[in-house]
């Protein structure tokens, strides 16, 4: 299977990776379109700052060229976030793939959410077969609205998007691939989407 990992200064690249040699899967990383286009599933990390991502994405085109990928997509952490409309963080447009807003935690609560929670799943094949209570890695500042794409929540203060679908766009807030048996799960969920 060819996995394409989007390289585009601001993602997690390293773990992404090993945690798909994990599952016995040799990415490609790369801000090329064409190995882009031809991949059969492309994941779409993140860990940084909405603003200068978008303005990566925008320099090689890459804003552009993910919204028409055709084949399975999973956006991680930032990745998630700048799939949506529109993020707080440095007031930015975002991809436009999911009809949503990004908004900074602001309930008290200490930022960024860093550390374990519960992910209350939807039934999705994203999910297929993860323990009863299961828990991800999370590190952010900032959250997508539950919405009509939203396939799983966590409560950090108020639910929020802890996954999203749409058509042949996946999204995670959590790191799966720095949340052990669970996350490595989800990763072989996705391989396994057609």
């Not at 200068?52 to 925008?58: G, I, P």
């Not at 990004?102 to 999910?127: A, E, M, S």
């Not at 929540?153 to 996946?170: E, V, W």
Request: hydrophobic content about 35%.
């Amino acid at each position: 299977m060819n996995v394409a990992i989007v390289k585009y200064n601001a993602g997690n690249i390293r773990s992404v990776t090993y945690a798909l040699q994990r599952l016995g899967i040799e990415p490609c990383i790369s801000d090329d379109a064409e190995t882009l286009r031809s991949a059969d599933k492309v994941i779409f990390p993140g860990v940084g700052e909405a603003s200068t991502a978008m303005r990566y994405l925008k320099e090689r085109n890459l804003h552009t060229l993910l919204p028409t990928l055709t084949q399975p997509v999973l956006g991680v952490c930032l990745g998630l976030q700048l799939m949506c409309r529109h993020s707080e963080e440095g007031d930015t447009p975002c991809l436009g793939i999911f009809d949503v807003e990004v908004r900074r935690f602001n309930h008290g609560l200490k930022v960024p959410h860093i550390g374990w929670n519960q992910l209350q799943p939807h039934n999705h094949p994203l999910f297929k077969d993860l323990p009863e209570e299961s828990y991800l890695y999370y590190v952010h500042s900032y959250f997508a609205e539950v919405n009509e794409s939203t396939i799983g929540t966590t409560d950090y203060g108020i639910p929020y998007s802890a996954a999203l679908h749409k058509n042949n766009f996946y999204a995670l807030q959590a790191h799966p691939e720095k949340s052990g048996k669970t996350g490595g799960k989800i990763l072989e969920n996705f391989l396994e989407l057609v």
